[in-house]
């Protein structure tokens, strides 16, 4: 019953266009990016009271981020940052609100939402205990990339204790924390992230000889 209501970025900002967008929204859902480039020019606007809700995702989110959060919204207003890489969307989730006390300078990616599973697995395949590659089991897994049957089977293949599930091997490696919450600590390859957007190298790197040899 919901309705979106998407902002245009490439438009110069206009500041009474924004705030008006804002006031119209009952949850933000944004990279930490668009929101530290909507938050930088309101000073002391007060809060957003409408806003129910603050979703950050697409990128690795700042202590910086947490504090935008608690100084443009309301006290009643839930801050969540998530993990959730396009071959299994939503996989993890932290929650916090105003009154939250992070351990630490990181904002945490939480834990798994409702049907899925978080193993944290070493170079061998094995439990890695508190660190370790992130792999996500998952019935909501993708079947695979398209045009890439060899891609696909070592990225996502069927879960070999039950069938209906898909393992996704993310590349992102992750620490657990004491309360059980994961950190995001980088990526165990050489994929990057431009503002939210995800770069292959090696995709660029395959152009380029296929241009210059």
Known sequence: GACLL??????????RGIEAWLASLSVLHLTPTVLRYLM?????AGSLNNIKAVVLGGEEARYEDFRLFRRNFAPGTLFINGLGPSESTTALQFMATHDTRL???????????AGCDALLLDESGNEAGMAGELVIRSPNISPGYLGDTQLSAQKMPVDPDNSDYRLYFSGDRVRRM??????YAGRLDKQIKIHGRRIEPGEIEAAMNAVYG
Do not use: A, F, K, T
Request: charge should be negative; glycine fraction near 16%; aromatic fraction near 0%.
């Open 103 to 113: 351990h630490g300078r990181q904002i945490p990616v939480g834990q798994p939402v």
């Open 40 to 44: 930088q020019d309101r000073g002391n």
């Open 178 to 183: 004491p309360d059980g919450q994961l950190l």
């Open 6 to 15: 998407p902002l245009d970025l490439s438009e110069p900002p206009d500041g």
